[in-house]
T-cell receptor
Framework: NAGVTQTPKFQVLKTGQSMTLQCAQD?????MSWYRQDPGMGLRLIHY???????DQGEVPNGYNVSRSTTEDFPLRLLSAAPSQTSVYFC??????????FGPGTRLTVT | EDKVVQSPLSLVVHEGDTVTLNCSYE??????LLWYKQEKKAPTFLFML????IEKKSGRLSSILDKKELFSILNITATQTGDSAIYLC???????????FGAGTRLFVKA
């Protein structure tokens, strides 16, 4: 099993550009989530999904969209990048809704 | 507002020392508390606690939850340099798949 994979590993965007961060898992987990991690602030939940076709907002959803058309994939879209979105983004999945398995992260810089 | 507070924010110890990391929380409809270890990249799961007073143990690491006083501790005995990492505490609430993370404790173990 590859576990949770994320692409790209690094990305630099200009303000106003849009892009999609990819996340996939091969463990058949129903629960998936996206977090951002900023220095001194731990992980903050952006969006999550409890199954294909079902998504909901987390703590910091503004400026981000998600969809869940399959169990395996949970892409995160940045609509119009802003410098405040410079962060490390982690995708995670869970079978039970309790312990989560995290991907390796995407480091995003917005200039 | 739901929140998770960890202390200390950072800690430097020598190999062989015992450390105690603290996590306090205020969460509506508490479901579980989890500890993760984050080395260079993705957090990895350590423990999940749902009941007060029951110690979870894995090798030199142990953790316990007090649901009356709303806190948990993570103990590491006979620390090794490989224990150097950020330790994250997270709390899950019922009514969704929303996880709230603390800011983490950065532990550095000197040889």
């Amino acid at each position: 099993n590859a576990g949770v994979t994320q692409t790209p590993k690094f990305q630099v965007l200009k303000t106003g550009q849009s892009m999609t961060l990819q996340c996939a898992q091969d463990m058949n987990h129903e629960y998936m989530s996206w977090y951002r991690q900023d220095p001194g602030m731990g992980l903050r939940l952006i969006h999550y999904s409890v199954g294909a076709g079902i998504t909901d907002q987390g703590e910091v959803p503004n400026g981000y969209n998600v969809s869940r058309s399959t169990t395996e994939d949970f892409p995160l879209r940045l609509l119009s990048a802003a410098p405040s979105q410079t962060s490390v983004y982690f995708c995670a999945s869970s079978r039970t809704g309790y312990e989560q398995y995290f991907g390796p992260g995407t480091r995003l810089t917005v200039t | 507002e739901d929140k998770v507070v960890q202390s200390p924010l950072s800690l430097v110890v020598h190999e062989g020392d015992t450390v105690t990391l603290n996590c306090s929380y205020e969460v509506t409809n508490f479901r579980s508390l989890l500890w993760y270890k984050q080395e260079k990249k993705a957090p990895t799961f350590l423990f999940m606690l749902t009941s007060s007073g029951i110690e979870k143990k894995s090798g030199r690491l142990s953790s316990i939850l007090d649901k009356k006083e709303l806190f948990s501790i993570l103990n590491i005995t006979a620390t090794q340099t490989g224990d150097s990492a950020i330790y994250l505490c997270a709390v899950e609430a019922t009514g969704g798949f929303k996880t709230i993370f603390g800011a983490g404790t950065r532990l550095f173990v000197k040889a």
